[in-house]
């Protein structure tokens, strides 16, 4: 149980494309899921945290109307990379809360890494 | 603001040696602690996790870690280290209470030899 995927595992797109990554909690429902990033050999960096129908809280120094993030459901959060150039390469990581015995744990996805030339 | 030290950058050690891999927190009241594992390009696995109780606590694939409050640390081992342990290991701490937002060391890169 407490399985999160994400959708796509990979992506190389051109600068200033957009590009929308998707996280999903398959068998339970994440009122919160958080979105990371990994810069190559670096730690995870929390960017936001995604409340279900509620806008999303963005760390300080993270752009809002550059990764916008939409959580329409509590099973389903979105990352939406805007006008991407190059320095937004990097290893984007969802994870999903969900409380177990009383509880609250986060469970990762596998990551998505994506590539912008 | 709670923080993360994993002292460590990159290990080395031979098949079958121990392991201990550092971590030391910031936090003002109890923490919840945790270390996940990654490995090359993939997501996060949890390793084991501290609350409250026993300060021992036992995690998956043989590893276990010490809460010693006095001294701020979360220490990682395992008595003997097989090839497939290598990976990045990260420490991480959350906020009493919720455990939810976490904040997470630098990662100690772990090396087996054979």
């Known amino acids: 149980g407490a399985v999160v995927s994400q959708h796509p595992s990979w992506v190389i797109c051109k600068s200033g494309t957009s590009v929308k990554i998707e996280c999903r909690s398959l068998d339970f429902q994440a009122t919160t899921m958080f979105w990371y990033r990994q810069f190559p050999k670096q730690s995870l960096m929390l960017m936001a945290t995604s409340n279900e129908g509620s806008k999303a809280t963005y760390e300080q120094g993270v752009e809002k109307d550059k990764f916008l993030i939409n959580h329409a459901s509590l099973t389903l959060s979105t990352l939406t990379v805007t006008s991407a150039h190059p320095e937004d390469s990097s290893f984007y990581i969802c994870?999903?809360?969900?409380?177990?015995?009383?509880?609250?744990?986060?469970?990762f996805g596998p990551g998505t890494r994506l590539t912008v030339t | 603001a709670q923080s993360v030290t994993q002292p460590d950058i990159h290990i080395t050690v031979s098949e079958g040696a121990s392991l201990e891999l550092r971590c030391n927190y910031s936090y003002g009241a109890t923490p919840y602690l945790f270390w996940y594992v990654q490995s090359p390009g993939q997501g996060l696995q949890l390793l084991l996790k501290?609350?409250?109780?026993?300060?021992l606590v036992q995690g998956i694939k043989g590893f276990e870690a010490e809460f010693k409050r006095s001294q701020s640390s979360f220490n990682l081992r395992k008595p003997s280290v097989h090839w497939s342990d290598a990976a990045e290991y990260f420490c991480?701490?959350?906020?009493?209470?919720?455990?939810?937002?976490?904040?997470f060391g630098t990662g100690t890169r772990l090396q087996v030899t054979l």
């Open positions: 501290y609350f409250s109780g026993d300060t």
């Open positions: 991480a701490v959350g906020d009493t209470g919720t455990a939810s937002k976490l904040t």
């Open positions: 994870s999903a809360t969900v409380a177990l015995a009383g509880v609250k744990e986060q469970y």
